[in-house]
């Protein structure tokens, strides 16, 4: 019986090599373990060995057992692997060139901003950046927001938790850190490297700049609404800077953007970081259901003296202008978009339209 029983085993690893797919391995299955199989016969046979054998023969026929289960695993796990591989198709070599010439396409908005940011390029205006966790000074109290600003209340602006430290916005004492509500606070840093070159130098270097950045309030999401928003914000500060410079390049930015025959108007507003404050209107007559109509597009004005008291800049020999646009809302106009949602659906039937 000894012999059989590795015959039984050499048998079944032999025959296991030409299982290829599933009715193959359940008749070799059969052929090992079922009703008329070779162990199972093997097992019946036990009753015949003398009793003085069956301990030794039983624990070898149990060896026999674990052997045929491991052959039957280790065939079943290639058939399955097998029927996997035929199901993913044939093999891809990652090294080959891609045979689809479908590209992907940048954003929308990405496209919108760039296009902003090349217009202020040209006007000689250079990129800054800055986080998004912001202290309460940086994105209020240096811009001239007052403590009691509607603006500075949970119901609008996204406060970090008391416990929570940002290394590139430490508080300067028990303010909190918020999510900054728009990219102005931009204006701020960049205006205090300012005055930390001028302490160094002795004259303040020249500061032009346009800030895009992603911004957080706490808005309920609609058509012309959204908690996350973009903005681009500039800033010019130098001796004699005046309103006509930033008529001046207004005018050229939305030009260059909605076309020549563009127009552009102020009406007077309020801003706490700057005086005079205007909302900037532009009426474009071939922009479809919108031609010819007044649309605010962005807020403007010339820096408040204050703000520069606050980062140190002598507001005395020293003016400057800022303004501040939504992206999405250029995007919208340029676009004919009537619903803000759409920028952030990832629906590809709207992004492919931007290809």
Known sequence: MQAQLASIIAD?????????NRPEFEAFKARLVGPNGSLTAAMKAMGAVP??????????????KVSVEAVLADTLRRVEDAELLAKLGPAIDVTLPVASDEEGIRHPLTQTRERIVGVFRKLGFTVADGPEIESEWTCFDA???????????????????????????????DE????????????IRTMLAAVA????????????????????RRDTVDATHSANFHQVEGLWVGK??????????????????????????FRPSYFPFTEPSFEMDIKVPDMG????RWLEIMGCGLVDPKVFDNVGIDSREYSGLAFGMGVERIAMLQHGIDDIRHFYAND??????FA
Do not use: W
Request: glycine share 4%.
């Open 51 to 64: 009793k003085e054998d069956k301990p030794a023969m039983g624990k070898l026929l149990n060896q026999t």
């Open 143 to 173: 811009l001239g927001t007052p403590p009691d600003h509607p603006a500075r209340d949970m119901q609008d602006t996204l406060y970090m938790p008391k416990s929570f430290t940002a290394k590139d916005s430490p508080r300067r004492s």
């Open 12 to 20: 079944a690893e032999a025959a296991a090599a030409s299982v290829t």
């Open 348 to 353: 590809l039937r709207f992004l492919r339209q």
């Open 240 to 265: 004699g800077v005046t309103l006509r410079d930033l008529k001046s390049v207004l005018d050229a930015f939305v030009k260059e953007t909605f076309g020549s025959k563009a127009q552009i108007r």
């Open 289 to 292: 259901r919108l031609s010819d």
């Open 176 to 187: 909190e850190l918020c999510l900054r509500t728009h990219t102005s606070s931009v204006q």
């Open 197 to 216: 070159a001028q302490a160094k130098t002795g004259s303040l270097p020249p500061v032009r700049i346009v800030a895009p950045g992603r911004c957080f």
